[in-house]
């Protein structure tokens, strides 16, 4: 993906080009951060690449001024979002949500893919730098991933991630167990029966030859049970408090990746039997067997957090960095 001052630079250009930024209109970083939704610093970053490239002319305080040579008896105040603007997805559906709501969800991936390894720092100016936003998103990133519980502070204020230990893992299962199968059973009856028979027919698939299962194909038929199942759910609080308690995914996930599967005909086995509830209508009893699928699995993945626990770090994002 492009850096965000690159898009915000490609875009304020193309809309220069097309007429729907006019010579003389002012530019000034707040605004035009606000408006196309993104945080000022790529703004900046983008706006002085613009002068650069003789798009748009320095206004000292007063910001910019599309053109270059332009005079400031032209100069007009626009505001930009009464403006038609093309905007590229890449921010169009970013628009509306705050800075650090459109940067957490890279930001907690980050933080789950090294916790079961040990204990890493986090360096707010590093995480600033990565994401290209301001210490202010930042403050409140770091806040909220504070509230999951997937970041702490020590004595010193320092922001901490890890280590994921048992109690963790099984703290995570204890919440799990009670909303998933709940949140299953939910959107049952509008589960379409032909997302329900295609999924199964990857499982009976990788039950022919379980032992040969690669980590991608596992990882679409967790997908399809754990995620896209679940995606009719209406209530956003259900939704977000469930995926938050997946942390097995994770694990299982970082274990096949770094050290392989061996035989999965257990797990597979137990999502056949979920899918056959389903595509039977009987709601209760795809969630008795999501109980019990949820319940295996959670050793499955305390025996793998063992064997992680002691593996060497592997690659992390560059503003953690292991200190234990």
């Known amino acids: 993906m492009k850096p965000y001052y690159e898009i915000v630079r490609e875009t304020l250009a193309r809309n220069v080009e097309n007429g729907n930024l006019p010579v003389g209109t002012r530019l000034l970083a707040t605004s035009v951060a606000d408006r196309l939704g993104v945080s000022r610093p790529p703004v900046k970053r983008a706006l002085e690449l613009l002068v650069a490239d003789g798009v748009i002319s320095p206004r000292s305080s ?10 400031d008896d032209e100069a007009t105040r626009l505001n930009l979002h009464q403006l038609s603007l093309d905007l590229p997805n890449e921010l169009g559906d970013a628009l509306g949500q705050p800075s650090w709501e459109r940067i957490y969800a ?16 986090v360096s707010e100016a590093a995480l600033g730098e990565h994401f290209e936003v301001s210490r202010t998103v930042i403050r409140e990133l770091l806040a909220r991933l ?10 010193s204020s320092h922001w901490l991630a890890g280590p994921l230990g048992a109690r963790m893992l099984d703290d995570a299962h204890e919440v799990r167990q009670m909303l998933e199968p709940r949140a299953l059973a939910g959107v049952a009856p509008r589960l379409e029966i032909q997302s329900i028979e295609a999924a199964r027919s990857r499982v009976d698939t990788a039950l022919e030859r379980p032992t040969e299962l690669s980590t991608a194909v596992l990882g679409t038929i967790e997908t399809e049970l754990h995620i896209d199942l679940l995606k009719p759910l209406r209530n956003r609080r ?11 995914l994770v694990i299982n996930r970082l274990f096949g990746r770094y050290i392989g599967f061996h035989d999965e005909a257990a797990l597979l086995r137990e999502h056949r039997l979920i899918f056959d509830h389903l595509m039977l209508q009987d709601a209760e009893g795809a969630a008795a067997a999501l109980r019990h699928h949820l319940d295996a699995d959670h050793q499955r993945s305390r025996a793998r957090l063992k064997v992680l626990s002691v593996f060497d770090t592997p690659d992390v994002a560059p503003y953690l960095t292991r200190i234990h």
């Open 238 to 248: 259900l939704a977000a408090a469930v995926r938050q308690s997946q942390i097995s």
């Open 106 to 121: 890279a930001a907690e991936a980050d933080v789950l893919d090294c916790i079961p390894f040990g204990t890493f720092q």
């Open 62 to 71: 007063q910001g910019y001024m599309v053109g270059r040579g332009v005079d």
């Open 146 to 155: 504070d509230a999951h519980g997937l970041i702490t502070k020590d004595r």
